[in-house]
């Protein structure tokens, strides 16, 4: 595959290359110690709190400093163990036993007595999973538990009421100082993925108990690297932890890396200046829409001087309505809104190729056994779109209101995306909209906050199941006061027959039948126009050639354990 716009990329980047200077040592297998792996993110965070965690740049950054039981192969995606060495799963689905490993220790922290970190046991897992299941302000991942853990609701309520149980909920519960259980209330086909998510990483109690309204800012793990420093919206320095439990294939104590600098700067440009100069070891995304030179380099081949990886990503791209109120109230509106928008135009002409038009499944493609065929989106088609338009009392655009798509101004290729969409709603109901680019957090913050009408919004698969993407939908993830924040469904969509579809999926024990009910429930969303699907991204990096090990995979997730530096 050829994409122009990455010509002019690769020849400002060949003109001056730097490299790494760092000294290191040799370990087993031809691996070397040290180096600082430097790269830019450019969004701002708004927590590193696993029970907050939210964004994907937060579990890109936070990722290497916190672990769960299991976590996800980079390679594949496939659940492996992390913290727990092994675990096992009753005949009928309903209890799972963790065995810990053991000797795994906390990173040395000032939230600890006496400044080190102690022995992670089971009890420090009940806790945090209890947590997960309270109603304090800082948790937004409720949802994961909810419903299928033993006890969860009941204790959320209660601490809801300021009653809450001490022991936590019913379900959770710590055997012994190396074995957890987790009784479930029916079975849950995807609770190992489950068990993957940022908001089943593991803290200590001491974290919450040191630093209470703080834990945003400070983080305290068991991974591969503990936090340094933290200076919000600037820049973040994670250090090797010498305690770290992990080897790899040759025996050598992980992780490789001295340290691990994020900045978090906007300024693509700056980030692509610095990686000529060789201070950035990555830059992990070339938006698409960049200036064009030639369709001369091929995205599989790099340069001589660094390589380039393209990669189809598990996420969705797509504007949400505010159907709470007019004008995206009338299903009708929503529809014509949606078949005016030529999403093929988007990626060919504006993305440059540089992604899949979201024309079928709201859920991305690449997840093995879901029926992509069988979901249909609404096609480009103006004719139906203005006839709608004047069913809905809007002839030709007439007396349509004011209104205006609210964007997060992090990123090139959504702010020409929206010119497009801006053109052609114009162009084909003469509708006219304004935009409003906000800081990410604002941005997702006002959105949350039932405060946006029209807005960009993205979802990276959390764990790689259609589940993960539909939940976005689900009545019970939508805050039922519309004065509250909604994190899950910012749309605070509620349809009976959308919620029996995704919760007999839930339950469902045969994989084709859980796989076609999900699909019933995309194909029932999508026909309600809830949101208005623009693409699925396919993501472009450039890494530097002495950057070995660095995994690749569809969700982002990045092992920066075995990452390692060539001399």
Wanted: proline fraction near 7%.
């Amino acid at each position: 595959m050829h994409a122009k716009w990455l010509s002019l990329v690769l020849v400002a980047l060949t003109a001056c290359m730097g490299g790494p200077s760092e000294r290191s040592r040799e370990g087993l297998g031809g691996r070397r110690y040290g180096g600082v792996f430097n790269a830019n993110e450019t969004e701002r965070i708004r927590s590193l709190f696993p029970l907050s965690l939210t964004q994907a740049v937060a579990f890109r950054v936070a990722s290497p400093i916190y672990e769960g039981l299991v976590r996800f192969d980079p390679k594949d995606l496939s659940v492996q163990p992390c913290l727990a060495e092994r675990w096992e799963v009753s005949e009928d689905g309903l209890v799972y036993t963790f065995f810990l490993r053991k000797g795994v220790r906390f990173h040395d922290a000032p939230c600890f007595e006496d400044g080190k970190g102690r022995e992670v046991t089971a009890e420090d897992v009940r806790y945090c999973f209890a947590e997960l299941c309270t109603a304090r302000p800082d948790n937004q991942l409720f949802w994961l538990f909810q419903d299928h853990v033993e006890g969860a609701n009941a204790h959320y309520q209660s601490t809801l009421q300021g009653k809450p149980d001490r022991a936590g909920p019913s379900g959770i519960k710590a055997l012994g100082p190396y074995e957890l259980e987790i009784r479930l209330v029916h079975p849950v086909p995807t609770f190992l993925q489950v068990m993957a998510h940022p908001g089943c990483w593991i803290f200590p109690k001491e974290l919450d108990d040191k630093y209470p309204g703080e834990q945003q800012d400070r983080a305290v793990g068991t991974g591969p690297f503990a936090q340094h420093l933290y200076r919000p919206g600037d820049v973040i320095v994670l250090e090797r932890s010498p305690h770290y439990w992990g080897r790899d294939e040759h025996g050598n104590e992980l992780p490789f890396l001295d340290a691990v600098r994020y900045t978090f700067s906007g300024d693509k440009q700056r980030e692509l200046a610095e990686f000529r100069k060789g201070n950035l070891a990555v830059v992990f995304e070339i938006p698409g829409g960049m200036e064009e030179l030639s369709d001369s380099v091929d995205l599989g081949s790099g340069t001589a001087r660094f390589r380039v990886n393209a990669t189809s990503a598990l996420s969705t791209q797509f504007y949400g309505f505010n159907a709470l109120r007019p004008p995206f109230s009338d299903k009708r509106v929503r529809m014509a809104f949606t078949l005016a928008v030529d999403r093929s135009f988007l990626v060919d002409s504006v993305l440059n190729g540089l992604g899949v038009p979201a024309e079928g499944a709201f859920v991305a493609p690449g997840l093995n056994g879901y029926p992509y065929d069988e979901v249909q989106g609404l096609p480009y088609d103006p004719d139906r779109a203005r006839a709608l338009l004047e069913e809905a009392g809007f002839p030709g655009g007439s007396d349509f209101p004011n209104l205006t798509l609210q964007l997060s101004n992090n990123n090139v290729a959504h702010v020409r995306v929206a010119a497009a969409v801006q053109e052609m709603l114009m162009r084909e109901l003469n509708v006219r909209i304004s935009t409003s680019m906000l800081p990410a957090d604002q941005h997702f913050d006002r959105v949350e906050r039932n405060k946006a009408e029209f807005w960009r919004e993205g979802w990276l698969a959390d764990f790689p199941d259609p589940e993960n993407f539909l939940a976005l939908f689900l009545g019970r993830n939508a805050a039922a006061d519309t004065s509250e924040p909604s994190y899950l469904n910012t749309t605070r969509y509620r349809d009976p027959v959308y919620d029996s579809l995704f919760v007999a999926a839930s339950m469902a024990r045969d994989e084709q039948e859980r796989m076609r009910l999900l699909a019933e429930a995309d194909q029932h969303m999508l026909d309600d126009a809830v949101v208005l699907p623009l693409y699925h991204d396919r993501t472009v990096r450039l890494i530097q050639p002495w950057v070995r090990d660095l995994p690749l995979n569809a969700m982002e997730y990045r092992d920066l354990a075995r990452v390692w530096f060539e001399r």
